[in-house]
């Protein structure tokens, strides 16, 4: 059975997305150390399924895209653009910009 976050009147409300953020210079560790501590884990449970996101780095950690499957987009979105209230100090001190696509599944 699917959490029951993922619900909205019976209507499955998962989305798939794909995040992609450029971090200031040498920034990327420390944004990463937030990301997975409690208090970044507390912010992204409230986004999105935690288990199912997927990250990609980039060879020189300037950046890194996110396989993300959102419960809230509007909480995503507010994430993302950096206005999220306990995310917006790292955003502002690590994260140069972020791009936020819907995903698809090409069934083949």
Not at 48 to 73: C, Q, W
Request: some cysteine.
């Amino acid at each position: 059975m699917l959490p029951k976050h993922i619900f909205n009147k019976g209507v499955f409300m998962e989305k798939e997305m794909l995040a992609m953020a450029t971090f200031k210079a040498d920034k990327f560790d420390k944004f990463m150390g937030w990301f997975q501590s409690e208090e970044g884990m507390s912010v992204r449970k409230t986004i999105a399924i935690v288990e199912k996101t997927r990250p990609g780095i980039s060879p020189d950690k300037s950046y890194v895209l996110f396989k993300v499957n959102v419960t809230d987009e509007d909480k995503m979105k507010e994430f993302v653009s950096g206005n999220n209230p306990v995310a917006k100090e790292i955003y502002a001190e690590c994260i140069d910009n972020v791009q936020l696509w819907y995903l698809s599944k090409v069934d083949m």
